[in-house]
């Protein structure tokens, strides 16, 4: 058993990394509830956007791609970006669109695009490539879905009117603040503390035993354990590097890549606000099937 000491330490620890974590996270997440509480208060700001002439001649496919690449070049976490997106979509973006965006942002973003460069060029870009392709692809499968509106769940951050009460922007811009506080704070602290219990007490050695063998196993050991071990886009880059360094395959880190960031639990977190109990339930279904899928076709081409 663990003296008094050694609890307190373990504490120290615990406490240090989740700190780590917020420190990631939240100077990004308070910048966006601030900007979805600002853009709560005027939709026009964001309908000018979606009703714009650039965006409104493009094809839906066409709308899919640039909504999933403004994921990819968005510098917030999804944390950040949820009141955003919910004023967004209150304002017109479909389901689809918000899903391209969603599922891009949380696989890939300027920052990890460029730690990605540590790997090489080459693995740097089929990174950027199979992000867009999930977001991309995402959209369109919803498309397939009746009533995809009902996947999402962004009533919870429209602001309710209070009768009697003159409008005053400070006084709703305060209160739509304090709304998407108060639905997105306690997932942000429960992702963040289970991130600092898994990159404590998670045996890395079990990694280097699992993610260099057969190429098509590494694959699913890969898809298995990127779950509870991705933790942050960089700090993870010296692992990957270390393991492909001593001969995992392209493919296996193409798994771990492809679903370690959709199933962070920060992310999961994020995600779930947003999202009905079926669409968060097929949110985790399509991360784990695309990034296993790309994963074996990468490892199938030999690489």
Known sequence: MLGGTEWSREAQDIAQLAYYQFKLIGPYWVVGLSAGAWLSLDRKRI????????FTAASPLLRLALAALA????????????????????SG??????????ITSVIINPNVFIYSLALGP??????????????????????KIQNPENLMTLGHFVLPSTPGRP?????????AFWRSLRKTGPNLAFGIVATAL????FPREILDLVFLGNRSLSVLFAAGLSVPVYYCGGGTIPLLRAWMDSGMSLGAATSFMMIGPPTKFTNL?????ITSRTGFVLYVAYSIAYGVLTGLAISRLGF
């Open 93 to 102: 973006a479909g389901p689809d669109i918000l899903a391209a965006f969603i």
């Open 47 to 54: 309908e000018r956007v979606f009703s714009g002439r650039a």
């Open 71 to 90: 994921g990819a070049l968005s510098p917030i976490t999804l944390f950040g970006a949820i009141p955003v997106l919910a004023a967004t979509g209150r």
């Open 198 to 201: 898994f990159d404590k007490y």
């Open 122 to 143: 080459g693995v740097a870009a089929l990174r950027l490539a199979l992000a867009l392709l999930a977001g991309l692809t995402g959209g369109l499968l919803l498309r």
């Open 167 to 175: 409008p005053t922007p400070a006084r709703d811009f305060a209160a």
């Open 269 to 273: 977190g994020a995600v779930k606000t």
